[in-house]
């Protein structure tokens, strides 16, 4: 970009439909690894350098003005009513563009593996003297149903659509993607110029080029990959997507220092962060929010959202992680052991078939196998506080509210309902009874009869 900076309003157009994706949930919202489609393009744009981001929807949209507004709170809303094209959709948002940005970038919600970096490239298109209009093309595996880029030399001279091509343009895989940078001191001009000129009645964004020429402007077409383009208009699409995303994140990880037994058996979110010399085995599934120190070890068929590991911790096999969970560094966290909104001193040890919940574990701490502690009595949730190096007995159940104190022995099946000292022992279950030869009795009457 020049010395100078350029100011930007990103237009994101959001208001098809989606009948296709088969769902009562609005098509911009459905995920990819862990956030919704317009997330992920509100965050390209506004990483690309946008000032100020205009979101323009269909009529009663209210669960994507929602989104958005939790996403950017500054965000302005457009209405398009009725939908008469993707040029008409743009001039909803008239009065941000009138507001005399340098740049004005055209996106849309369901295309949402778009860079930073590609919208900040289209933004470059247009520093050149005289240059009206950047386009976002792909070279296309099968360019059949896509709109050609026509070019001379480097100018872009045409946006054609696949039904309108003359000639040998159906030997062009160059396509459009769809995505534009306009020039803001010609955007109004440009949009307000482009007429119905077609079978639907509607108002196309690509005939904007034809407009800019008109006027003695030009137009060039910046380069994207194929699957940095892909627009989702039914599941297959979406899944294809989460594929293309997932590749990505992976690769990112890889490259900074985290080990994948097998890449394509683990499936991240958008955010998850890793220290190095971490080591994912096979079937992991990371949520949104979780952090990873240096040197852990998730072991296969562990689920795993909102938490935080330490350095040095071992995790699974068969683990859950819920939201709230904060491991300090060389936890363990064993077979089917769940753990949420707790936080686990260092070196606490919990291997198997524990419940871990709503709790404060101190350093060194054993749990056994079975211990649960009981947070919830239906209506509201308690806290257990456990201290330093208490070793808790297999089966053992606190009920919270309880506090057990440094160096305690929990002995094992007790079910713990009262304060316990530092360093005592303490046993909550019936005394043993043996009555002899009972069983031999028992069996002798049972045959008689």
Known sequence: MNAQKRTCLAIVLAAGEGKRMRSARPKVLHELAGRSLLAHVLTAVTAAGADRVALVVAPGHDAVVKEAKALAPDIEIFVQSPPLGTAHAVLAAK???????????????????????????????????GRAVAALGFLAGNPRGYGRLIQEGETLVAIREDRDLRGDEAEIFFCNAGLMAIAGATALPLLESIDQANAQGEYYLTDIVAAARARGLSAVAIDAPEDEVLGINDRLQLAGAEAVLQTRLKAAAMRDGVTFLDPSRVTLSYDTQFGRDVLV???????????????????????????????????????????????????????????????????????????????????????????????????????????????????SAMVAPVKIGDGAYIGTGSVITQDVSPDALALARSRQIEKPSWAKDFRAKRQKT
């Open 281 to 395: 085995e096979p079937d992991v599934f990371f949520g949104p929010g979780v952090k990873i120190g240096d040197g852990v070890t998730i072991r296969a068929f562990s689920h795993l959202v909102g938490a935080e590991i330490g350095s040095r911790s071992i995790i699974g096999p068969f683990a859950r992680l819920r939201p709230g969970a904060s491991l300090a560094e060389e936890v363990h966290i064993g077979n089917f052991v769940e753990v949420k909104a707790s936080t686990l001193g260092p070196g606490v040890k919990a291997n198997h078939l524990a419940y871990i919940g709503d709790a404060s574990i101190g350093a060194k701490t054993n749990v056994g196998a079975g211990v649960i502690t009981c947070n919830y009595d239906g209506f509201a949730k308690f806290r257990t506080e456990i201290g330093e190096g208490v070793f808790v007995g297999v089966n």
């Open 95 to 129: 009065p941000a563009i009138a507001e005399g940005y340098d740049d004005i970038l055209v996106a849309f919600a369901d295309t949402p593996l778009v860079r930073p970096e590609t919208f900040a490239r289209l933004r470059t298109g247009l520093e050149h003297s």
